[in-house]
């Protein structure tokens, strides 16, 4: 009789089975785990833990516990923190290769948790991002810092400068000395006293001629008019000098007033050059936030380059298939034409409960896939909550669209309601150190991301706000101006812009900040300027005041010469009173 059945054969199979099945049991799980830190590791560049990972069959399915992504450029921070990670699988299609999960359940999701122990990578420095060097030297290289804001000391100022006051003095002094000696000796070529005594010896000759004969007295006639001429002709010529004496002092005297409004002119000019403005502070919102928005912005975009292979993988066309290139193995698969095509994996709905320090937010995210060209539907998602702990409502919406990588179109919507902040540091300057102690704030910002081009516009408004600043040096006066300005604001609003392209952007910030602040900057210069004048004014007249003294002494002294000469006129013209025919020949009477 023939046996069917090998009872040996049969229980040595069972019993294999039984084996593999235990060892599945045992260490399935373990091996998943280990795949997934290892894979994430590698793909985060930090580490990636995983507390337990639980595989099922039937269903097909994975839950994860415990899940914590480093944060690549800070090893002692989580990037995220998951409690609970679960999802079924399709198993039919797991048969064509096609990882694809229907639903997937994240619980417990948490953004920026501390680590116990470094999460970086002992044997190779975390990935850098892929961002621009050009950005990251732009916004994070530059730190921003309160300009300095500082009166002019006067006398540092006066040692530095030229003043035109006695550059004018001091050439004055030089032309009144020439012209002293110059008009000195015009004086002394002037008819003078022996000049006089000259005419009055001729007089003399005539008057003695009067007694003689007719030809004696004709001669002195004649002599008496060649007197009246030579007199008028040397009278004539001292008043030409005279003139020209006058001109020279008038001109003289309008030089020495120039030289007294010099001061005047020397402060205006020193007052330009080492004129105080607030345009140092035209931007404060700069100053305050530039540096760390400029931080957010480089974060974002770090990751946004790292969700970009989970959104487009790198594809190249060879004749009429199309080579798929999985991040998961190397080599190639050939994909051929499918009446339903579907991508390798697929997250087709993923519910997740996102746990900040005001509550929780739910939200659900579509279509997470590498090959949205192939699914031909983006990548989109929602996350809400409201009556937080510190936040009215917030709402996050956005859509990844890659369907087509070359033109892909990212965009994102966030908006917040009555969020209550408390002890944000805006400013860590040891000069002036800023901080928002509370307010309530109202946010909405937009992100639109086009190919290399992107842009992110945030308007953010801050009601019965309290800030608090503290200024280590009170004879800082810009800090301290800066500090009783901010103390009377109770609200303002922030916008911020963010344009080009991903390797190589600005950040534009505005604020009503700016305009209480630069009223307040500006009352403060209007006062040091007036300060600054006064004792300018007084430190060069003091300068000007000894040489302008001795100008004015110098010019009193031309008028001796002035003296002098209307002197030499008199007398001449004394002479000339003298010198008539009635007076040199008396009441002669002639016989014709």
């Not at 091996?31 to 069959?57: H, N, P, Q, W």
């Not at 690549?72 to 048969?95: C, G, H, Q």
């Not at 509550?359 to 998602?381: H, K, S, V, W, Y």
């Amino acid at each position: 009789m023939m046996k069917w059945i090998r009872w040996r054969g049969l229980v040595a199979f069972i019993g294999i089975i039984i084996v593999l099945s235990g060892l599945w049991f045992l260490f399935i799980d373990t091996f998943v785990e280990r795949m997934i830190e290892k894979t994430g590791s590698r793909i985060v560049g930090a580490k990636v833990e995983l507390a337990d990972a639980d595989l099922s069959l039937f269903p097909a399915g994975l839950t994860l516990k415990g899940l914590q992504v480093t944060a690549p450029e800070e090893p002692m921070k989580n990037a995220f923190e998951i409690d609970r990670v679960t999802f079924s699988i399709d198993t039919l299609n797991l048969f064509r290769r096609k990882a694809i999960i229907n639903e997937m359940a994240l619980d417990g999701l948490r953004l920026g948790t501390v680590r116990k122990t470094s999460g970086a990578l002992p044997s190779r420095t975390a990935r850098a991002p892929v961002v621009s060097k050009k950005a990251s030297k732009k916004v994070l290289g530059k730190k921003f810092k309160m300009p300095l804001f500082e009166v002019p000391d006067v006398d540092d100022v006066l040692k530095k400068e030229d003043l035109e006051s006695l550059r004018l003095a001091e050439s004055l002094r030089a032309d009144i000395k020439r012209e002293k000696d110059n008009w000195r000796a015009r004086v002394q070529d002037l008819p003078d006293k022996k000049k006089v005594d000259e005419y009055k010896a001729r007089i003399d000759r005539i008057k003695k001629a009067r007694n003689g004969g007719i030809e004696d007295i004709l001669n002195a006639t004649s002599e008496a008019a060649a007197i009246r001429k030579d007199l008028k002709h040397d009278i004539k010529n001292i008043k030409g000098v005279q003139k020209e004496f006058e001109a020279s002092r008038a001109l003289l005297k309008e030089r020495l007033n120039r030289v007294a409004k010099a001061p005047d002119e020397d402060v205006r000019h020193l007052k330009e050059k080492y004129s105080l403005s607030p345009k140092g502070v035209s931007n404060i919102t700069q100053i305050f936030f530039g540096e760390q928005v400029g931080k957010w912005v480089e974060r974002g975009l770090i990751w946004y380059e790292r969700l970009k292979p989970v959104l487009e993988r790198a594809k190249e066309m060879k004749k009429d298939s199309e080579v798929i290139r999985p991040l998961r193995a190397r080599g190639a698969d050939v994909r051929f034409k499918e009446y339903e095509p579907l991508p390798d994996f697929l997250i087709r709905n993923t519910k997740a409960s996102l746990e900040l320090q005001a509550g929780t937010m739910t939200g659900e995210i579509r279509n997470i896939t590498p090959d949205q060209d192939i699914l031909g539907a983006p990548l989109d998602f929602v996350f809400s909550g409201k009556s937080l702990k510190d936040i009215q409502s917030i709402r996050v919406t956005g859509t990844l669209d890659h369907i087509v990588p070359s033109i892909a179109k990212d965009a994102a919507n966030l908006r917040v309601k009555g969020y209550r902040v408390q002890d944000i540091v805006l400013s860590d300057s040891a000069r002036l150190p800023v901080t928002l102690k509370n307010g309530l704030m109202d946010l909405d910002g937009h992100l639109a991301i086009s190919g290399e081009k992107f842009r992110l516009e945030t308007k953010s408004t801050l009601k019965s706000a309290t800030l608090k600043v503290g200024v280590q040096d009170e004879t800082d006066l810009l800090a301290t101006s800066i500090r009783s300005a901010l103390s009377e604001i109770s609200g303002f609003t922030l916008c911020v812009d963010v344009y080009g392209s991903l390797d190589k952007y600005d950040i534009r910030l505005t604020s009503d900040l700016d305009d209480v602040l630069k009223r307040a900057v500006r009352r403060l210069v209007q006062t040091q300027v007036a300060q600054f004048e006064k004792e300018l004014k007084a430190a060069i007249l003091e300068r000007i005041e000894a040489p302008f003294k001795e100008l004015d002494i110098s010019l009193t002294e031309l008028g001796i010469i002035d003296d002098e000469i209307d002197k030499r006129i008199n007398q001449l013209d004394g002479v000339l009173g003298d010198v008539s025919a009635r007076s040199l020949l008396g009441n002669k009477k002639f016989p014709f």
